[in-house]
């Protein structure tokens, strides 16, 4: 479903474009709509990561290199992304 509706949009996109240049308002909203979604995807997909990655170390697997283990002051684990902030790690079933 995700896929017929970028479509959609494409072509929506696409049709405000040869409308001409009084459809710029337009194109704006659609392509910071976009962004947005975008942007809540990674931030989903970077969570579901950070699950995984924690999941993955608590079985004693190695986590990628993308992925930094920190220790807090009250001897919890955190797990973060570069450029996230830290979460705390879900527990390990």
Avoid at 80 to 87: I, N, Q, S, V
Wanted: charged share 25%.
């Amino acid at each position: 479903m995700a896929v017929r509706y970028a479509e959609r949009d494409l072509q929506h996109y696409i049709s405000l474009v040869d409308a001409g240049g009084h459809t710029v308002p337009a194109r704006l909203d659609a392509l910071v709509e976009h962004r947005d979604t975008i942007r809540r995807r990674i931030r989903e997909l970077t969570l579901s990561l950070t699950a995984v990655e924690y999941k993955i170390a608590t079985y004693g697997g190695s986590t990628g290199p993308d992925v930094q283990a920190l220790g807090t002051t009250t001897g919890t684990d955190r797990t973060a992304l570069p450029d996230e902030p830290l979460r705390r790690a879900l527990p390990a079933e």
